[in-house]
């Protein structure tokens, strides 16, 4: 099993940054990919970014990409968003999920709870 636990969500004016974290625990975690999604008020969930178990590897939807990076930190057991020059659309709840690599961008195993960002313009 594996427990995750986001962190690091809040109100941020448009153009300003944040950084959202996912804390993991359970003795697979270190073998998945784990992947940021987010669900905006009647809306669909979409996928925002992945990374591989190693870090080596890394895959962001076309929205976010030179704006948001995924970074891994193994021995804290941590994935971390880090998000700039947010816009008003990017307002949602962000989740992390963990998976194989094959299917963490389609069909994740497991799920933290969210953190909700707010961006004002």
């Known amino acids: 099993q594996v427990q995750l636990v986001e962190s690091g969500g809040g109100l941020v004016q448009a153009g300003g940054s944040l950084r959202l974290s996912c804390a993991a625990s359970?003795?697979?975690?270190?073998?998945?990919?784990t992947g940021w999604f987010r669900q905006a008020p009647g809306k669909e969930r979409e996928f925002v970014a992945a990374?591989?178990?190693?870090?080596?590897?890394?895959y962001y939807a076309d929205f976010v990409k030179g704006r948001f990076t995924i970074s891994r930190d193994k021995a804290k057991n941590t994935v971390y968003l880090q998000m700039n020059s947010l816009k008003p659309e990017d307002t949602a709840v962000y989740y992390c999920?963990?998976?194989?690599?094959?299917?963490?961008?389609?069909?994740?195993?497991?799920w933290g709870q969210g953190t909700q960002v707010t961006v004002s313009s």
């Open positions: 359970g003795r697979t975690f270190s073998t998945y990919a």
């Open positions: 990374i591989n178990w190693s870090g080596g590897s890394t």
């Open positions: 999920a963990a998976a194989h690599w094959s299917v963490v961008t389609t069909s994740p195993n497991y």
